[in-house]
């Protein structure tokens, strides 16, 4: 098995321009969630979900979209780029719900210049 | 305002000293993971505290949740190289919600 599978790692985008964050898990988990990860701020919870068609905000949602149409994939869309969304993103998923072990993927670091 | 607070920040130590790190909040959990990150990876979670009060041991790792719910603590006994990495604790709130602290950042000097 896979886990969960990000792409791409690194991406450098123009202000302005727009982008998805693809992604993957092949695990058959219900759970799914971004996060980014900035010095001195910890993981913070941008976007979750919670099965197929159901997506809510975490704490950070401003400047992204997320959309949940197969249980598998969970991408993450920058609408319009900004300075700073620069940061590592994670994607993770649970089995069901966040007090079940979370699998991360390896991270997408993003710079927007 | 940060829902869990880590501390210390860094810590470095020689090979075979022992350490704590704490994970302290207001809030009670349903529940608290510990996990590591190492340079250029996800996180890998260690272990996961339920119940208030309980002790978990993983090899030189032991890990302790607060009889209230509302912190933990990690030790590690004899510390080597290979327990150099972030430290992460994590409490979830209810079932959506995973909140992280800003870790615990150690470095096992040989």
């Known amino acids: 098995n896979a886990g969960v599978t990000q792409t791409p790692k690194f991406q450098v985008l123009k202000t302005g321009q727009s982008m998805t964050l693809q992604c993957a898990q092949d695990m058959n988990h219900e759970y799914m969630s971004w996060y980014r990860q900035d010095p001195g701020m910890g993981l913070r919870l941008i976007h979750y979900?919670?099965?197929?068609?159901?997506?809510d905000q975490g704490e950070v949602p401003n400047g992204y979209n997320v959309s949940r149409s197969t249980t598998e994939d969970f991408p993450l869309r920058l609408l319009s780029a900004a300075p700073s969304q620069t940061s590592v993103y994670f994607c993770a998923s649970s089995y069901r719900d966040m007090n079940t072990e979370a699998f991360f993927g390896q991270g997408t670091r993003l710079t927007v210049v | 305002t940060q829902l869990l607070e880590q501390s210390p920040q860094f810590l470095s130590i020689q090979e075979g000293e022992n350490l704590t790190v704490y994970c302290n909040s207001s809030s009670v959990f349903s529940s608290l993971q510990w996990y590591r990150q190492e340079p250029g990876e996800g996180p890998v979670l260690l272990v996961t505290v339920v119940t208030g009060g309980e002790v978990k041991k993983l090899k030189r790792l032991t890990f302790q949740f607060g009889d209230a719910r509302k912190d933990s603590s990690l030790h590690i006994t004899a510390a080597q190289p290979g327990d150099t990495g972030l430290y992460l604790c994590a409490g979830a709130r209810g079932n959506n919600r995973l909140a992280f602290g800003k870790g615990n950042q150690v470095v096992v000097i040989p």
């Open positions: 979900s919670v099965g197929a068609g159901i997506t």
